[in-house]
């Protein structure tokens, strides 16, 4: 895969997916807004009911209670009774059509304080009625006597108007706060809000009156729902009913919880699915670019025994080298050395790609520890003295007698002290030491190198990592030796921890159970 192409391609996933995330936080918004205008509908349609459902019981009060003789008092005799509509339409050369409306009009006004506060009892009689005629061949009578008695005669609907004019009434005489706490929970609960609610009587200076709650008192600094309660004879708001709602959002939200969980759960299920797709990408990137590095070290590692062996061979074939049994015999060594070199390089490859695989199979027995470490260690030894440095042993373990497997545990071992003498740039000091903790055997091998960066503390136990040192390949090696410990040892139910700072070294430990 081209080095261009992947952030080419994670360009253009992030610019779709910021447009994706715009339109979808928009279309929330816009849901929102939407939600919101029909929760203002409701309570606006509950207001308007309740502040009527108000004024009708304020009447009833007055009618039922305080005036129970309110019916049979005199007609103001301002208003003079009927008064009679008649329309004639003929509908053909003897059939007529006669359509008439009558109406009596009753006022009747009552003073309720002395202040000049009056209720007002409107009766309107109502009488209306169509009568279809057939009259003889040229008849011109316009009216019967018979027709004018059956207009008479029609029956009179009744429907009543009631107003109070009280413009000088307290409001706590007009409406109390039970009244008005129940009848607006039952009309914001027939719109479909079952919420908690403050509200509160203002006057026409809009202070609030002793008509009010506790949660409006609370939250009264929160958006208000207002609507004329009462008015004056010239219709003009003399209280306001105002509404708050505490938890407004909350109702909203849980009204259409499931609609927009599944705007959200969409919403992150794309981001997680984007977010794994740029880290994929990323991940194949750079293990690309490790396996390059990978091959290159190998071609490095192989490239060295291959002359070595090579000039070995030219050599043997020199007939002055070939009589002379002690080149021979150094020259077929280091062929040898050299084969050696090259086959443990394999097998670390092949060790690695039976542990991914999980086809290692551990041969766990009793062992002594103490003495595998031991000598691991003196073996190593003759390594570091090459390049005249120092390796320290310090045994301070009771119990080192338990079951592991020697083979891949000594392997282990070789590895951490193969990386500390190879990252320690002059003369090695090494020291490898043992103790108990608890259950624990305890192995630490510790160096006095280069070091490394804090943040790859982490990476140096992933396949192939190897941290930079200016020249890939001023410190050979594969990258595996490091995954190859970690692999074993959790195997053995194990740990590993490393310590380091750059410039004065690092220490690895290594627990292993005593029970496993």
């Known amino acids: 895969m081209s080095n261009k192409f992947i952030p080419f391609i994670s360009v253009l996933m992030t610019i779709s997916m910021i447009v994706f995330v715009t339109l979808q936080l928009y279309w929330i918004k816009e849901l929102y807004s939407a939600l919101n205008q029909d929760f203002s509908n409701k309570v606006y349609s509950s207001l308007e009911s309740s502040a009527l459902k108000v004024s009708q019981l304020e009447v009833d009060k007055y009618l039922n209670q305080d005036f129970k003789n309110f019916g049979k008092n005199v007609v103001d005799s301002s208003n003079q009774p009927t008064q009679t509509y008649i329309q004639q339409n003929r509908d053909s050369a003897n059939t007529s059509t006669l359509t008439f409306q009558k109406s009596i009009v009753e006022n009747q006004n009552f003073p309720i304080s002395q202040k000049g506060d009056s209720l007002i009892l409107t009766k309107l009689y109502t009488d209306e009625g169509i009568l279809k005629i057939k009259k003889a061949p040229n008849s011109s009578e316009p009216l019967t006597a018979q027709m004018s008695k059956d207009i008479s005669n029609n029956t009179y609907a009744l429907r009543e108007f009631a107003k109070l004019s009280a413009s000088n009434l307290p409001i706590e005489q007009r409406v109390d706060m039970k009244t008005l706490d129940s009848v607006l929970s039952k009309e914001l609960k027939l719109s479909g809000l079952d919420t908690k609610f403050g509200f509160a009587v203002m006057d026409k200076k809009n202070d609030v009156t002793k008509i009010a709650n506790n949660i409006y008192a609370d939250q009264k600094d929160k958006i208000n729902y207002t609507y004329p309660l009462f008015t004056d004879s010239k219709d003009r708001t003399l209280y306001t009913l105002a509404l708050v709602f505490p938890r407004k959002d909350y109702s909203l939200a849980k009204t259409n919880l499931p609609m927009l969980l599944g705007t959200f759960m969409s919403l992150l299920t794309i981001l997680g699915i984007y977010i794994i797709s740029i880290n994929y990408m990323m991940r194949q990137k750079k293990i690309a670019d490790v396996k390059t590095d990978f091959i290159n070290n190998m071609s490095h590692e192989f490239k060295t025994p291959l002359a070595t062996i090579s000039v070995a061979t030219d050599s043997l074939a020199n007939d002055k ?80 007698v338990f079951k592991i497997d020697e083979f891949h545990i000594s392997n282990a071992l070789v590895n951490l002290l193969d990386n500390a003498n190879k990252y320690s740039p002059d003369t090695p000091n090494i020291t490898v030491s043992t103790r108990n903790e608890g259950n624990w055997y305890v192995i630490e091998i510790s160096d006095k190198g280069m070091g490394m960066e804090t943040e790859n503390k982490l990476k140096i136990f992933e396949k192939f990592f190897r941290e930079e040192t200016g020249n890939i390949h001023n410190v050979k090696g594969q990258g595996l030796g490091l995954s190859y410990v970690k692999k074993i040892v959790e195997l053995h139910k194990g740990l590993v921890i490393v310590e380091s700072e750059k410039d004065k070294g690092s220490t690895f430990t290594v627990k292993l159970p005593m029970n496993a």
Do not use: W
Request: hydrophobic share 35%.
């Open 321 to 400: 080298i070939a009589t002379n049994p002690e080149k021979v015999k150094y020259y077929s060594g280091l062929i040898k050395q050299e084969n050696l070199r090259m086959k443990k390089q394999v097998e670390n490859i092949l060790n690695m790609s039976k542990l991914e695989r999980n086809e290692v199979d551990l041969f766990l027995k009793e062992t002594n520890v103490r003495d595998l470490i031991k000598r691991t260690t003196e073996a190593f030894g003759l390594i570091v003295a090459q390049r005249h440095g120092i390796l320290t042993q310090e045994f301070n373990t009771e119990k080192y």
